[in-house]
Nanobody, 115 residues
Framework: QVQLVESGGGMVQAGGSLRLSCAVSGSISSIIVYNWYRQAPGEQRDYVSSITFHGVTNYADSVEGRFTISRDNAKNTVYLQMNSLTPNDTAVYYC?????????WGRGTQVTVSS
């Protein structure tokens, strides 16, 4: 089992920044890739970014150049640094851990960007 707890969400004005954290516990050695997803009201859950076990990162086109995913292995934490935020970034952000046969999700953290 893997437990994920997101934090760092909040309200920010357009152009501002936030850093989300995802604290990971449990069977960490089984995780292949960490992902961030987001879900706006009335919308499907969309992929945002990922970082693999080897540190390879990937981003959705909509956040490329503005968001940075990173991982602190000593703290068992995955981060999402979000800069130049726009109202379109408003959503609940979810941390996901892909362990191959198993898939784990946190409960999410709300990010609201005002214009």
């Amino acid at each position: 089992q893997v437990q994920l707890v997101e934090s760092g969400g909040g309200m920010v004005q357009a152009g501002g920044s936030l850093r989300l954290s995802c604290a990971v516990s449990g069977s960490i050695s089984s995780i292949i890739v960490y992902n961030w997803y987001r879900q706006a009201p009335g919308e499907q859950r969309d992929y945002v970014s990922s970082i693999t076990f080897h540190g390879v990162t990937n981003y959705a086109d909509s956040v490329e150049g503005r968001f940075t995913i990173s991982r602190d292995n000593a703290k068992n934490t995955v981060y999402l640094q979000m800069n130049s935020l726009t109202p379109n970034d408003t959503a609940v952000y979810y941390c996901n851990a892909d362990a191959g046969e198993n898939d784990y999700w946190g409960r999410g953290t709300q990010v609201t960007v005002s214009s």
